[in-house]
């Protein structure tokens, strides 16, 4: 049986958030980012509450093989394609659409005979020097897969490297002139990702790819989620398992990193680094209990977490439910703390923690 510890996924947020994105991007078609087993929240489940979306976009082979398994039949795109000459026409019978972003995509496509068709959106590296054609090589790359049969090439794409971040707003503006005059014109377009949605609305191309705003989390520093109307999809919770007083100058957990300054009253909750929580958490990162925010106190460990119950108002008792992240506490909030982004918190909860769809 489960520790109690468990993740609450919001159905009706999914949905909601949806419906912020055509609000921010009323103009165009939505692929929904379900890669990463949805940010964390679980592939099927998201697919299924967010079926108004035009089409799911994930990262990898297996991603969409497993969609395709449970009955998803929207079009699927693979943001980088794949990786190995014979998956293509695995692709191709699965009906998918394809990023291709290098030379040697488009040299393993032309050298094959595809035995369905496959939908192929041209990726240009429009500044991010990550992945994608750069813009000269994309005249040759579009004529060569033009007369590949079985191709149809109907997009181009780009990624924004900085869209969240209002002093590169110009470099962002850059990048967007760049892919606008390396696109061949008679192609659909894509560009927005959750940033450039809710930032740069002239930016987005007639497809956009929003990830991380639809799981309620924002990725910006500028303006909190709830500012942009989105509501947190996962609740990360765990119980109280252990309530226990020290006295002043007593330490908690492993390294006795935190002491106590005062006698204190240390809760003890059943999650850790073991089910996601990043074990570099520093003393005062946030939790939520007993209807306030309490400081973590003492290192992290693999099953558990102490936080300093000291100042709440409540008297919190065993099996006292405790919140990581999720409505009453922003997992950006906490990221913050942390030193890193909600989108890595979402995406690393493990897979011990049960989910409960509501
Ligand atoms: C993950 C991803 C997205 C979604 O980004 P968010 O910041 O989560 O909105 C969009 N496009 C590409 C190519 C991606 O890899």
Redesign the pocket.
Known sequence: MSRGTRALISRSALTHNLGRVRHYAPQANIWA?I?ANA?GHGADVAAEALSAADGF?V?SLDEAIALRDSGVSHPILL??GVTQADHWAEAAALGLHC?VHSRTQVEQIRTQTLPSPLSVWLKIDSGMHRLGLTPENVPAAFSALSQVSNVSVIGA?T?MASADVPERDNATRQQFEVFQAASPATLQTSVG???T?LRHADCVGDWV?????LYGAT?TTEASAADYGLQPVMAFEAPVIAVRDIAAGESVGYGHRWQASRPARIATLAAGYGDGYPRHAPDGTPVWLGGQRVPIAGRVSMDLITVDVSLLSEEVKVGDMAQLWGPELPVDDVAEHIGTIG?ELLTRLSLRVPKVFV
């Open positions: 980012v890669k940010y976009a990262s943001l980088s990023v794409l990624h990702n959750s940033a949605i790819r929003p990830g991380i705003m990725p989108y």
